[in-house]
Nanobody, 115 residues
Framework: QVQLVESGGGLVQAGGSLTLTCAASRGTFGAYVIGWFRQAPGKQREFVAAITRYRDTNYINSVKGRFTISRDDSESTVYLQMNNLKPEDTAMYYC?????????WGQGTQVTISS
């Protein structure tokens, strides 16, 4: 079973960019679909983007054209390049396999966008 660790969050101004990293701390990605999820204060965790081993991708509508998910299986790492960030992107970001495993949620990485 793969375990994942998130990093790369921070505080940026609206319109700025960040790149999040999801790395396997144990195991490898193999055939797993890997996804990014986020949870804003007072809201439920939501799906953001996912990528298959064949590099097929899927995004929620609100980030299409701004976020790009990519994958490096040789490094068991998935990236989320986030451009033109908006205050509503502020959230704790998590990665997990898709569909997500309840026992596989990590600490997440905080993304805060100032207006």
């Amino acid at each position: 079973q793969v375990q994942l660790v998130e990093s790369g969050g921070g505080l940026v101004q609206a319109g700025g960019s960040l790149t999040l990293t999801c790395a396997a701390s144990r195991g490898t990605f193999g055939a797993y679909v890997i996804g990014w999820f986020r949870q804003a204060p007072g809201k439920q965790r939501e799906f953001v983007a996912a990528i298959t081993r064949y590099r097929d991708t899927n995004y929620i509508n609100s980030v299409k054209g701004r976020f790009t998910i990519s994958r490096d299986d040789s490094e068991s790492t998935v990236y989320l390049q986030m451009n033109n960030l908006k205050p509503e992107d502020t959230a704790m970001y998590y990665c997990n396999v898709v569909p997500p495993r309840g026992d596989n949620w990590g600490q997440g990485t905080q993304v805060t966008i100032s207006s």
